[in-house]
């Protein structure tokens, strides 16, 4: 496989804290995937995601992009941070300028673009995001749903080849968290991003993901394909993340409804037409 | 939490204005109540209202409710500009009064050139406080910002100016959340208790600004900040031409009443 970026033995600890956030971290991240990151709170996710566009610097081990170690140079890590968009939780954390064209335009003048070539990118990201709306609102005029959209397209505009997520569906309801997996699903389709998205939703994990890591104690637990992670029940539920709902209820049906090499379900609507076709056989 | 001002500042009838336009009317007007006396005042502050109520289309409790809360501190400034004391005898005071006090061998008077001064300044601070409403109210903090950055203004105050700006409001929102938690875990009654709740959510405040102040630099440095928080406008303003012949009509017609008021 081809690795886009590479985390080999990482440790890092905050200052003032007795326990590493990150302890022997390595992880590598397929390019061209859609990846997730499990794990409790507190388990060094968003901490890993600092690390992975240079924003703090590993105490022990390496960090690589394309197999090339990260020099922490200023020339490098702007080029890094281009590449590698972060999008946070708290939308509010990113969200510099004070309309939503602006706040889009703010990335792409950093990057060195020309006025004009921004404005063009910005008035195309708005519309790909459905913001035209929202063009010369003021940020804090729009509610959190919106904030999360303008942060990343914001992100996106850049064009970056590796997109993180920090929880992007926390806090949201299940109309937005539906919008956003369509908007990633179009980005990764489209686009070509490598996604990963940090999320403790193991059910969407399940339905969306190629490719999953736990995270646990700053450690890699396990990583694979869904079907393998998920199949590791024991682990899972020693670290009480359980197993999404669907792969227990196709366990529950395999061996008298289908057969045991059937192909596992991946969403609700699949699961729902085998039935459909189990009954009606 | 939203502030008003800003609110309208976004959404009045103006907004497509040019804030050029809106700005150089504002500061012009501005300039010119500096200059001018108190008939042409009158004049300035009827037709800054129309602006305000009938163009930018301000609901008039609104504008009404801003004028209370200034014309509040002007009668609060009032009285010191009106009032004379003195401890010379009734007799002594030549000027014209409208109201002795006496107590002692003090007396207390407003004088009718006092009333004059105070008349005359109650009427420019209206009027001036019509124009500054004027451009508060139709030019969005953003706008004056870009206007700033146009004009030459060193990239520093502008970026601060930004980064207050969003702060503001990160900053209310703090507030506020912290505010409701309280009341929604029990806030106590009484003054003591009461202040004794407010140092704790000012200690919390600060805190929570702090660690927002952590988050926004790591969110700034993640979206490659370098030293430059350049951004552009991609404004759908136009000069009204309409407005703009009005504007030079009518301060024609105030610098004309001015001289004729004036003589």
């Not at chain 1, 389709?189 to 990963?196: D, K, L, Q, S």
């Not at chain 2, 009204?240 to 012949?245: E, F, G, K, P, Q």
């Given at each position: 496989?081809d690795w886009l970026l590479e985390i080999?033995?990482?440790?890092?600890?905050?200052?003032?804290?007795?326990?590493?956030?990150?302890?022997?971290?390595?992880m590598r991240v397929p390019r061209g995937k859609r990846c997730v990151l499990?794990?409790?709170?507190?388990?060094?996710k968003s901490?890993l995601f600092l690390h992975m566009n240079g924003i703090y610097?590993?105490?022990?081990?390496?960090v690589k992009w394309k197999g090339e170690a990260f020099s922490y140079r200023r020339t490098f890590l702007s080029q890094i941070r281009q590449k590698v968009g972060l999008v946070f939780q708290d939308p509010?954390q990113q969200l510099i300028a004070?309309?939503v064209?602006?706040d889009i335009s703010y990335g792409l003048c950093s990057a060195g673009l020309?006025?004009?070539e921004a404005?063009r990118k910005v008035e195309q990201a708005l519309v790909r995001f459905?913001l035209?709306?929202?063009?010369?609102?003021?940020?804090?005029?729009?509610?959190?749903?919106?904030k999360k959209r303008v942060a990343l397209a914001g992100v996106m505009v850049l064009e970056p080849e590796l997109l993180l997520l920090d929880e992007p569906t926390?806090?949201?309801?299940?109309?937005?968290?539906?919008?956003l997996m369509k908007e990633l699903e179009r980005i990764h389709r489209e686009e070509g991003t490598t996604i990963v998205m940090a999320t403790?939703?193991?059910?969407?994990?399940?339905?969306w993901a190629d490719w999953?890591f736990?995270?646990?104690?700053?450690?890699?637990?396990?990583?694979?394909?869904?079907?393998?992670?998920?199949?590791?029940?024991?682990?899972?539920?020693?670290?009480?993340?359980?197993?999404?709902?669907?792969?227990?209820?196709?366990?529950?049906?395999?061996?008298?409804?289908?057969?045991?090499?059937?192909?596992?379900?991946?969403?609700?609507?699949?699961?729902?037409?085998?039935?459909?076709?189990?009954?009606?056989? | 939490?939203?502030?008003?001002?800003?609110?309208?500042?976004?959404?009045?009838?103006?907004?497509?204005?040019?804030?050029?336009?809106?700005?150089?009317?504002?500061?012009?007007?501005?300039?010119?109540?500096?200059?001018?006396?108190?008939?042409?005042?009158?004049?300035?502050?009827?037709?800054?209202?129309?602006?305000?109520?009938?163009?930018?289309?301000?609901?008039?409790?609104?504008?009404?409710?801003?004028?209370?809360?200034?014309?509040?501190?002007?009668?609060?400034?009032?009285?010191?500009?009106?009032?004379?004391?003195?401890?010379?005898?009734?007799?002594?005071?030549?000027?014209?009064?409208?109201?002795?006090?006496?107590?002692?061998?003090?007396?207390?008077?407003?004088?009718?050139?006092?009333?004059?001064?105070?008349?005359?300044?109650?009427?420019?601070?209206?009027?001036?406080?019509?124009?500054?409403?004027?451009?508060?109210?139709?030019?969005?903090?953003?706008?004056?910002?870009?206007?700033?950055?146009?004009?030459?203004?060193?990239?520093?105050?502008?970026?601060?100016?930004?980064?207050?700006?969003?702060?503001?409001?990160?900053?209310?929102?703090?507030?506020?959340?912290?505010?409701?938690?309280?009341?929604?875990?029990?806030?106590?009654?009484?003054?003591?208790?009461?202040?004794?709740?407010?140092?704790?959510?000012?200690?919390?405040?600060?805190?929570?600004?702090?660690?927002?102040?952590?988050?926004?630099?790591i969110g700034l440095a993640a979206r490659g900040f370098d030293?430059?928080?350049r951004v552009?406008?991609?404004?759908?303003?136009?000069?009204?031409?309409?407005?703009?012949?009005?504007?030079?009509?009518?301060?024609?017609?105030?610098?004309?009443?001015?001289?004729?008021?004036?003589?």
């Amino acid at each position: 496989m081809d690795w886009l970026l590479e985390i080999e033995d990482v440790c890092y600890t905050y200052p003032g804290s007795e326990t590493p956030a990150l302890n022997g971290l390595t992880m590598r991240v397929p390019r061209g995937k859609r990846c997730v990151l499990l794990g409790h709170n507190g388990c060094g996710k968003s901490t890993l995601f600092l690390h992975m566009n240079g924003i703090y610097a590993p105490e022990r081990g390496v960090v690589k992009w394309k197999g090339e170690a990260f020099s922490y140079r200023r020339t490098f890590l702007s080029q890094i941070r281009q590449k590698v968009g972060l999008v946070f939780q708290d939308p509010e954390q990113q969200l510099i300028a004070s309309t939503v064209a602006e706040d889009i335009s703010y990335g792409l003048c950093s990057a060195g673009l020309s006025d004009d070539e921004a404005k063009r990118k910005v008035e195309q990201a708005l519309v790909r995001f459905g913001l035209e709306h929202f063009r010369e609102r003021p940020v804090h005029h729009l509610s959190l749903g919106q904030k999360k959209r303008v942060a990343l397209a914001g992100v996106m505009v850049l064009e970056p080849e590796l997109l993180l997520l920090d929880e992007p569906t926390a806090y949201l309801d299940r109309l937005h968290t539906r919008l956003l997996m369509k908007e990633l699903e179009r980005i990764h389709r489209e686009e070509g991003t490598t996604i990963v998205m940090a999320t403790h939703d193991i059910d969407l994990a399940y339905e969306w993901a190629d490719w999953v890591f736990v995270i646990e104690d700053g450690r890699l637990a396990l990583e694979g394909a869904p079907n393998e992670v998920f199949a590791r029940r024991d682990v899972l539920e020693g670290l009480q993340l359980g197993v999404p709902l669907l792969f227990d209820v196709w366990e529950a049906l395999v061996p008298s409804f289908f057969p045991e090499t059937e192909a596992r379900p991946r969403n609700v609507a699949d699961l729902k037409e085998r039935l459909a076709r189990c009954l009606v056989d | 939490m939203k502030i008003q001002l800003d609110t309208l500042a976004y959404t009045n009838r103006l907004r497509h204005v040019s804030p050029i336009q809106k700005l150089v009317i504002g500061i012009i007007m501005l300039c010119f109540v500096m200059v001018a006396h108190a008939p042409t005042h009158i004049a300035v502050f009827v037709w800054m209202s129309v602006w305000i109520v009938g163009y930018a289309g301000i609901p008039w409790r609104i504008y009404l409710r801003l004028l209370g809360a200034i014309s509040l501190f002007l009668a609060l400034s009032l009285p010191p500009i009106m009032l004379e004391i003195t401890a010379r005898s009734i007799a002594e005071i030549t000027e014209q009064t409208v109201f002795i006090y006496s107590f002692g061998v003090f007396h207390v008077y407003i004088g009718v050139a006092g009333m004059k001064k105070a008349s005359a300044l109650l009427l420019r601070s209206l009027s001036s406080v019509s124009c500054l409403y004027f451009i508060l109210l139709t030019v969005p903090f953003t706008e004056i910002l870009a206007v700033l950055r146009r004009i030459g203004v060193p990239c520093m105050v502008t970026d601060l100016l930004l980064v207050m700006y969003r702060f503001v409001f990160v900053f209310l929102e703090t507030v506020e959340q912290l505010w409701i938690a309280y009341k929604a875990r029990g806030a106590r009654h009484g003054f003591s208790r009461k202040m004794r709740d407010a140092g704790g959510l000012v200690a919390r405040l600060f805190a929570r600004t702090v660690q927002r102040y952590q988050q926004l630099s790591i969110g700034l440095a993640a979206r490659g900040f370098d030293g430059d928080l350049r951004v552009v406008a991609s404004s759908h303003a136009f000069v009204s031409r309409r407005y703009a012949a009005e504007a030079a009509a009518v301060f024609l017609l105030l610098v004309a009443l001015e001289w004729w008021t004036g003589r």
